[in-house]
């Protein structure tokens, strides 16, 4: 049996009471804390150009759209809402795969079961499928998409967006392989944003999101995806990091599906930047904030994987061009901590970046690289700071906030969400939808969930 079979098998036939509470508390929470990101981003203009250009498309309405008043065809739906839960880069994101899980899997789940008329148990546990399966498929090869430029929350989410979709249609496990083998044929999403400060990340889950309901689709019609997509001689792994047959551990992956469940391991972030600036930033929060102009130097330490990401260029980071790439520059994110005492929405602005004070020790900012034990289960980084009068502050974060070994509160996931969905609702709303969200599996039928909250 090929991955792609026995993710099928394993997804066609998991049952909402296979699924432990906890994981579907998290699930909740997660999709609760992507689509308040996508409010937040809605309300600051930011991602909407995938909301527009697919109503400009017009069609059936099907699904429903953060911050339209109306719906749109399901595939439509699912790339207006994964641009905008990830355009603010505020969701969250799996360690291990280094794949942002949510914001595929959520919108492409959601708008396939408004179509279908699902329930909210059914859209639940097909959430809890799609997440166990981007985490393994990206897991499998930690690290190695990003050593090549790909963007694995592209790649490997397009599976989970797809296995969601697929059971929520009632595909069977031959279609829903199928739908797997085409989904590797939509596969993409290349880091090439981050040489020319262009906000291009946000399409990436977007077109995931809607490649899987159209995988999903062409399948249960018939149309034919290769089984061995993902390991097999010119699959997943051969095409995207140079692995022969057999080399990536895909089945060790896959071997304990329904034992152990990765969808409490998926962190929440308590920044609205790459989660490799986290753990650095996280032991920075706790010495602000300080006196820029008493500051002599800082260095920054973090896995050399995530060098290339968020600390290089040096020149581009200590002085970003635009917002977003503000939001892959330590050198940035650590200065604007030390001089305002935090580095939440309000740091990642127009405004913000032209910050004399912040730029100004931003070219303060050295880094070296640490061998860290806890990554790649975990975002690490530490910080040591030197005053002018010699006094040397210090810090080390192993594991970042919000990861599961330094987990954010539930009360606190959903303070966020209140915060960034009142951006763009009123607090009746917010709680409306807050409470349905976290409630699902008592919903009878989820359509027009994210309109029904803005009436309320």
Known sequence: MTAAQTIAEWAT??????????????????????????????????????????AELGGEPQASVIGLDGALP?????????????GLDFDDTHSDSVSHVSVVVCPAALATAETQGSS??????????????????????????????????????????????????????????????????????LFAYLD???????FHPA????????????????????????????????????????????????????SRWETPRIAYKPYPACHFIHGSLGATAGLSPLDPGEIEDVLVTIPAAGVSLVLEPAERKIAPRTVYEAKFSLQYSTAAMLVHGSAGLSAFSDEAIADRRVLDLARRVRYETKE??????????????????????????????????????????????RENAGMSLPEAAVESLESAILSLEQLEDVTGLLREPVRA
């Open 207 to 258: 077109w995931a999101a809607h490649g899987s309901i159209l995988a999903a689709r062409l399948a249960s019609l018939g149309g034919e995806g290769p089984p061995g997509v993902l390991e097999g001689r010119f699959g997943l792994y051969h095409a995207f990091v140079g692995a022969e047959k057999g080399e990536i551990p895909i089945d060790a992956q896959l071997a304990d599906l329904g």
């Open 74 to 86: 399901a595939p439509s739906a699912a790339f207006a809402n994964g641009m905008l839960c990830h």
């Open 13 to 54: 036939t998991l049952t909402a009471d296979d699924v432990p509470e906890d994981v579907a508390d998290h699930a909740k929470l997660h999709f609760l804390d992507a689509i308040g990101c996508g409010y937040a981003a809605s309300a600051l203009g930011i991602g909407a150009e995938g909301r527009t250009a697919m």
């Open 120 to 189: 909210g148990a059914e859209l639940l546990t097909a959430i809890v499928a799609g997440n166990e399966v981007v985490t393994r498929v990206g897991a499998a090869a930690s690290g190695l998409f990003h050593a090549r430029g790909f963007h694995p929350t592209a790649i490997c989410g397009i599976f989970g967006g797809t296995a969601a979709s697929a059971r929520l249609i009632g595909a069977d496990a031959t279609a829903t392989a199928s739908a797997l083998g085409i989904a590797g044929s939509f596969a993409g999403g």
């Open 372 to 417: 860290y034990e806890t990554y790649p289960a975990a975002f690490p980084g530490g910080v040591r700071i030197t005053m002018r009068g010699g006094n040397v502050l210090e810090a080390e974060l192993p594991h970042q906030r919000g990861g599961p070994e330094n987990p954010l509160s539930n009360e606190e996931v959903r303070v966020k969400f």
């Open 196 to 202: 020319d400060a262009t906000a291009t990340k946000p």
